[in-house]
């Protein structure tokens, strides 16, 4: 029998370490610093997502620039916020103007008042009325202010009954400039119905009803004009101003003797209006 020869199950290697067949690897690389050059290796795993550019979408271009109503409450927002600056500085310049000069309204008086005539007829057949009257009375202007001035128009003068509000005469009283702590008078202002006024029948009733109800009669001086106010170099436009003088008491004259009717006080209420954003230099 002959003899069978099997392959080793390894590799023969060569001997000193050196791979089969005479081939050697190169040799590695050195840096300069004693250690050699290793290729780095990147892990990609393996369910990584592909990265795959977006198209250019129009529709998000348009949504990265700011909404209109955006645009509207930052204008609402900042508006308001303007107008309570303005607001605030406005109360703060008036708090000042007032602790500075602290003005005061004028001051009017009626010292005394003359019932001339109050006549009052009546048609037989209650159809037609008609109303002749006479007052005088006198009217004192005080300016209690030393660096506020006043510049009056013309006065509308009313003279009324306290139980029904109806007017019984009526008159004027010039303009007037009232300065610094300036006092002004006016003698014999006369408000008159010398022309027999045509009253209507209700208006004819309730003034009966007034004057015989009693010996007394309950009288009311109303006045109203445009005052044009002024401190230093700030001036104000015409404000309206309604003067009340009222608590008067005075009987009809029987003849023509006048009759003197009677106040307790004789100190009117004024009613002014001061508007500060009237106000101009």
């Known amino acids: 029998m002959t003899d069978r020869v099997f392959p080793a199950s390894k590799p023969p290697t060569a001997t000193n370490g050196a791979p089969p067949g005479g081939a050697l690897p190169p040799p590695p690389s ?138 019984l005469a009526n008159g004027t009283v010039s303009g007037f400039f009232s300065g610094n702590g300036n006092k002004t008078s006016f003698r014999s202002v006369i408000a008159t119905s010398t022309s027999a006024r045509e009253l209507d029948p209700d208006e004819a009733r309730r003034l009966k009803s007034d004057l015989t109800r009693g010996a007394r009669v309950g009288l009311e001086i109303e006045m109203r004009t445009k005052v044009k106010m002024q401190m230093g170099k700030l001036k104000s436009e015409g404000v309206e101003i309604k003067v009340t003088c009222g608590g008067f008491e005075g009987t009809v004259p029987k003849g023509k003797v006048p009759t003197v009717a009677t106040s307790k006080q004789t100190k009117c209420k004024s009613d002014l209006s001061v508007k500060v954003w009237k106000w101009s230099l």
């Not at 916020?81 to 303005?86: A, M």
């Not at 002749?132 to 003068?157: C, E, G, K, M, R």
């Open 30 to 167: 050195d840096n300069g610093n004693g250690t050699a050059n290793q290729k780095p290796q990147v892990y990609i795993p393996a369910n990584r997502p592909v990265y795959r550019p977006q198209p250019y979408s129009r529709h998000h271009h348009h949504q990265s620039r700011p909404s209109c109503r955006r645009v509207c409450c930052c204008c609402c927002f900042w508006s308001i916020l303007i107008l309570l600056i303005l607001a605030l500085l406005t109360s703060i310049a008036a708090t000042a103007v007032y602790v500075i000069y602290h003005p005061r309204p004028p001051l009017f008086s009626v010292p005394s008042l003359r019932v001339g005539r109050v006549n009052l007829t009546t048609s037989s057949d209650a159809s037609v009325s008609h109303l002749s009257s006479f007052f005088n009375f006198t009217l004192i202007s005080v300016n209690p202010n030393q660096h506020l001035t006043f510049s009056y128009d013309h006065f509308a003068v009313a003279v009324k009954t306290v139980k029904s509000n109806e007017m």
